[in-house]
T-cell receptor
Framework: DQQVKQNSPSLSVQEGRISILNCDYT??????FLWYKKYPAEGPTFLIS?????DKNEDGRFTVFLNKSAKHLSLHIVPSQPGDSAVYFC????????????FGTGTQLKVEL | DVKVTQSSRYLVKRTGEKVFLECVQD?????MFWYRQDPGLGLRLIYF???????EKGDIPEGYSVSREKKERFSLILESASTNQTSMYLC??????????????FGPGTRLTVT
């Protein structure tokens, strides 16, 4: 049972435009969400996170939006740059869950010149 | 600068061999995790540990075991490697401090091929 879903396996965007990556979850207990970025042959690196008490969190070019009623979050990258080309994973956790993260299947973002 | 290291970047083993994957973190983190990453399946949790000598099964523990004898080191063991264990293995660590926001720090991964 996939509790965190990323339904788009890939996304292609032109440099300078907005990239929007989506993530849906089914477990109502999740109260903390993270986005990770992964380059080939490297480990994932943390990008940005959001607590369920917020609906938006910004960090430079990256913004994460959370819609709790829809159990949906999205990552916006503006403007997109070629170096953003990577696999993006969303992950979720909940208080009392022992710091475990449940990951989605990932979206391969390609930013084209 | 925080660091998680894994003993090998690439490993090729034969079916039936016993395989050890080592992970070391220098952040004094209590929690350590082993994942495997496969195309289309994302990261799946194999085992995790909250403390020395403690271990908990993750979502796909079958065919694997772990060892945590020291706080900084977490080992993944494939008792008898099989071809379906060919994968990218990722180790991670995190703090139990709630203010650290559940963030896990990952190593570079070990690409294991079982032939």
């Amino acid at each position: 049972d996939q509790q965190v879903k990323q339904n788009s396996p890939s996304l292609s965007v032109q440099e300078g435009r907005i990239s929007i990556l989506n993530c849906d979850y089914t477990n109502s207990m999740f109260d903390y969400f993270l986005w990770y970025k992964k380059y080939p042959a490297e480990g994932p690196t943390f990008l940005i996170s959001i607590s369920s008490i917020k609906d938006k969190n910004e960090d430079g070019r990256f913004t994460v939006f959370l819609n709790k009623s829809a159990k949906h979050l999205s990552l916006h990258i503006v403007p997109s740059q070629p170096g953003d080309s990577a696999v993006y994973f969303c992950a979720a956790s909940f208080t009392g869950g022992g710091n475990k993260l449940t990951f989605g299947t990932g979206t391969q973002l390609k930013v084209e010149l | 600068d925080v660091k998680v290291t894994q003993s090998s970047r690439y490993l090729v083993k034969r079916t039936g061999e016993k395989v050890f994957l080592e992970c070391v973190q220098d952040m004094d983190h209590e929690n350590m995790f082993w994942y495997r990453q496969d195309p289309g399946l994302g990261l799946r949790l194999i085992y995790f540990s909250y403390d020395v000598k403690m271990k908990e099964k993750g979502d796909i523990p079958e065919g694997y075991s772990v060892s945590r004898e020291k706080k900084e080191r977490f080992s993944l063991i494939l008792e008898s490697a099989s071809t379906n264990q060919t994968s990218m293995y990722l180790c991670a660590s995190s703090s139990q401090d709630r203010t650290d926001s559940y963030e896990q720090y990952f190593g570079p991964g070990t690409r294991l091929t079982v032939t």
